[in-house]
Structures are given as C-alpha cells and as structure tokens.
C-alpha cells in the first residue's frame, strides 16, 4: 500500500535556469491576481516552493493568509488539502487512522489529508499541542508512521501553515521544534490604497481564486525544485552562512539561537533565490535578503531584550552589519 502516492515516476526534465524563471514568474503572476500589490511576499512564497520549504504566513485576520495558501497550491497543481485546525482536532484527523476491515479480518490504513503535495493548516496554532506535534515527523521525515508502520508522502510536499498572532483566546504557541521546522516565516501585512480600491472594483462578485489555473504541474514543480539543488554556492558563502547563523548563538540578547536546520534553511532559500532571478549561483545578497524571514521565527528573546522591546528581526539585522561580508564570492 502506498497511500503517499510514492509509485516509481520517470524523473523531471531538468530546466534551463531561463526555464525556472520563467515558470516562477508565471507562477507569480498567477498569485498576484489573488494577493495584489504583495510582490515581496509572492516571492518568498515562491522561494519556499522551489526550496520545498514549509511556510508560516503569519498576520492579523483579514489581510489575505488563506487566499495565499490557497492561489499558492492551486497554481503548483498536485493534490491539495485543506485541514482546519481547532481545538478538538485530534493527530489522527491530521495523519490517518488505522480502521479494522472485519472482511480480511486485519487492520488497514486510511490516509489523513496530510498525504497530499500541499497542506494547507489553516489557524495552526488553534491546535492543541498533541495535534501540532503530529506534524513534527511529517514536516522533517516526510512521513507519517501509525501503529509501527511508516509511510512515505508525496513529493513535493510542503504545509503552508497559517495563525494569528494577536489573538490569544482559544490558541496554542508553536513550540520551538516545529517553529524550527518552517523554512520561513512572513507576514502580509495591509494592502495599500490603490490595491484596496482594485479589491472593491470587481471582489464583491468575482472570487480571483475561481479563476486561477494550475501553472504546473507535480512534475514541472519536482522539475523546479531539482533545478535548485544544482545552485552553485561558493565556499566562501557557505562559511558566510554558517558565521551569520552562529552570531545568533553568542548574542546575549538571545536565550536560544539558530540551529543547525537554520543553516540548511538559509543555504536552500538563498540557491532558491538565485534560481527566482535566473542565476546558477548564489550571490551575498540572496542570504542577506532572506537572513530575516529564514531565521527570525527560530529565536527566542531573553526577558530584557523584550523589556527593552528588542525584535528578533532588529537584532538579525545588527548581525548582518557585523558579520563580514565575503567579497567576488558569486558564480
């Protein structure tokens, strides 16, 4: 049985790096019509595909967290699933439950909708903690094991989890192990003038999600995300990672740094980045760019720092000040 969809494929064509642009930016034109005047946030969402990164959209309610998780799947084409996370979701409702088959007289397994290419969680921290924890396996081993047996998921496979963080009533933190887990995190924030006044021109009759059409397919997004993996990053840029994410080890403003993860995060997004534009190569500022939203969700701030209302995202952005910059590191 192989309810993950892990059947033997021919491999992906491997693309041009013209080809990985030009799907991404159809791919983000694409999500565009649903989120409007949002290009930053289109792009790492598209990072995080071609990384096949996990994805935190986090925000307050309103500004459009959904309708992306939702024109990001549609777009990629696959198997998409929808899970809304509330307090009374139990682990099974996530990963599957084993059921007794009185005819065979044996036990057999029924998928959860996590055994799908894109999962969307919507409000994941409603959750409680033993739901959220059911994701922990899936999210880094890309499996989900019941009663003993484990088995595969699809590939690709990305969750684009959302959650607000302003309302506190009914929620559960993410602990750090699955925050850890998440490639980056991003926030949408308000649409400006000109792009609320588009919402109200035609919204109130036409749903943009309704229109949108797959731009690839599993395929074609497998294709992408091979052609990632063949992104050159120097030498001198892999220590430059490595010296960035261990600064936030030794800041004492920091009760926990970055982990090793983070590293391979940072280093993925960055080769995703450099395939966004085009490139074979990673250059320092794909890893700056991506510095804050790879790495801020994972830090945990001493008490002072919050009394002295310090970010995480301020103090990555002193670090990247201070960690020297290797120079004629590209191509």
């Given at each position: 049985m192989d309810p993950g969809g892990s059947?033997?494929?021919?491999?992906?064509?491997?693309?041009?790096?013209?080809?990985?642009?030009?799907?991404?930016a159809a791919l983000?034109?694409?999500?565009?019509?649903?989120?409007?005047g949002k290009s930053e946030v289109v792009r790492l969402a598209l990072i995080g595909v071609l990384a096949e990164g996990h994805l935190l959209i986090e925000d307050v309610p309103g500004t459009g967290k959904t309708n992306l998780a939702k024109a990001m799947a549609r777009s990629v084409g696959g198997a998409v699933s929808r899970v809304q996370f509330t307090p009374d979701l139990m682990p099974s409702d996530v990963t599957?439950?084993?059921?007794?088959?009185?005819?065979?007289s044996q036990f057999e397994f029924r998928p959860g909708p996590v055994f799908s290419n894109i999962v969307v969680a919507d409000e994941i921290n409603r959750a409680s903690p033993k739901t959220q924890s059911a994701l922990l396996e899936c999210m880094e081993e890309r499996q989900v094991t019941v009663d003993g047996t484990s088995y595969q998921l699809a590939r690709p496979f990305l969750v684009l989890a959302t959650q607000n963080p302003v309302e506190m009533e009914g929620t559960y933190p993410l602990p750090e192990a699955q925050r850890d887990r998440f490639l980056a995190r991003m926030?949408?924030?308000?649409?400006?003038?000109a792009a609320e006044v588009a919402m109200l021109a035609d919204r109130d009759r036409v749903d943009p999600l309704d229109a949108l059409r797959?731009?690839?397919?599993?395929?074609g997004t497998a294709a992408l995300i091979q052609a990632v993996g063949r992104v050159h990053i120097a030498p001198a840029l892999r220590q430059y990672?490595?010296?960035?994410?261990?600064?936030?080890?030794?800041?004492p403003e920091i009760r926990l740094g970055a982990s090793p993860r983070a590293v391979l995060h940072l280093a993925r997004a960055a080769k995703a980045s450099a395939a966004l534009d085009g490139r074979t190569f990673v250059?320092?500022?794909?890893?700056?760019?991506?510095?804050?939203?790879?790495?801020?969700?994972?830090l945990l701030l001493t008490v002072d720092a919050h009394g002295h209302h310090r970010s995480a995202e301020e103090i990555i952005g002193m670090l990247l000040g201070r960690v020297r910059v290797p120079r004629g590191s590209g191509g």
């Open positions: 059947e033997h494929r021919p491999a992906p064509a491997e693309l041009a790096p013209e080809e990985v642009a030009s799907t991404a983000g034109a694409a999500i565009s019509t649903v989120l409007l599957g439950v084993s059921v007794y088959d009185r005819q065979t926030s949408i924030g308000y649409p400006d003038p797959p731009v690839t397919d599993v395929a990672v490595v010296e960035l994410v261990g600064a936030t080890r030794s800041v250059v320092p500022d794909d890893i700056q760019r991506l510095a804050v939203p790879v790495l801020a969700h994972r």
